[in-house]
């Protein structure tokens, strides 16, 4: 049912450095007004957090929860629709070699919100990896015991099947799409989590990361690891899902783009999977290498 204060804007975006993105944060909240905002690589210790932007954040009516970090990794959720019940990290989550700041959760108007980033796993079958798929074995079991209204966002590291990358071939012997990868992240979903941008586009070309090099970005070779999976009640709700590649364009981006998920109504429209789409859309190119192959 919709919720009291109407409909709701649920965005998740990597960031890659919060401090280093400022100039481009604060005018995206303005522009798209989320109501909800899940980030990920903060790379800021907590004060450091607040102390950069708590005045900011508080002038546009956001409570914010934050987990994060010096240096790497960090998340954050930004919610003025309700900051309820803070859960940082997972519960009996491993580390590499401690815990890191990879997971934030709350309430948010009546929604279970939870900003992951899950660990990259660098090489497969590395310790790296099998760290990455311990951690989401974690995730999965922190979401089981939570409520059935939840939203899971956040970099998963993941392309959840071949479509969600550029080129396949190119991926061979990479992490982000071997088979215990992409099982991990079905055996999440198989708790009653929808991808909601896969499900609203099923046969579109989508990505949420472009590598910074080799113009990875400008010829829309990307992948897509940023997702938004929400339970059943939750899904049923979403009239709009889209990825803001506006926010990827221009100067000082991240290498991601937010994604955007609207509740119960959709202010700018059922206005398609990507905006704007590629100028110059690729077909799948059989010959692209990514920028670290020899």
């Not at 929604?111 to 079958?125: E, F, H, K, L, Q």
Request: charged share 25%; hydrophobic share 40%.
């Amino acid at each position: 049912m919709p919720l009291p204060w109407g409909s709701v804007r649920i965005a998740t975006w990597n960031v890659n450095s919060v401090k280093q993105r400022v100039p481009r944060l604060l005018p995206w909240l303005d522009e798209r007004r989320p109501d909800v905002v899940c980030l990920q690589e903060t790379k800021l210790a907590d004060d450091a957090f607040v102390d950069l932007l708590g005045d900011e954040l508080a002038d546009r009516a956001y409570a914010v929860a934050v987990h994060g970090e010096a240096t790497w990794n960090g998340v954050a959720i930004l919610s003025r629709v309700g900051l309820d019940d803070v859960v940082v990290g997972l519960t009996g989550a491993p580390g590499f070699l401690r815990p890191e700041a990879r997971a934030v959760s709350a309430t948010c108007g009546g929604i279970r919100v939870v900003s992951v980033y899950a660990p990259n796993g660098r090489v497969p079958d590395s310790e790296h990896y099998q760290y990455k798929l311990a951690w989401l074995a974690s995730l999965r079991e922190m979401v089981a015991a939570g409520p059935e209204a939840t939203v899971v966002c956040g970099d998963m590291n993941i392309a959840p099947t071949d479509d969600d990358v550029f080129d396949p071939d190119a991926y061979i012997g990479q992490t982000h799409v071997t088979p215990p990868e992409r099982a991990a992240l079905a055996e999440l979903q198989a708790l009653g989590l929808c991808d909601v941008v896969r499900d609203c586009w099923p046969n579109e070309r989508v990505f949420t990361y472009w590598d910074y090099r080799a113009g990875m970005f400008h010829q829309d070779l990307g992948m897509r690891i940023d997702l938004v999976l929400a339970s059943t009640t939750i899904a049923g709700r979403v009239r709009a899902a889209w990825v803001d590649r506006q926010a990827r364009k221009g100067s000082g981006p991240s290498d991601h783009a937010p994604v955007i998920v609207d509740l119960d109504e959709a202010p700018d429209g059922d206005i398609g999977p990507v905006v704007p789409p590629p100028s110059a859309p690729a077909t799948r190119p059989r010959s692209a290498k990514l920028p670290q192959s020899p």
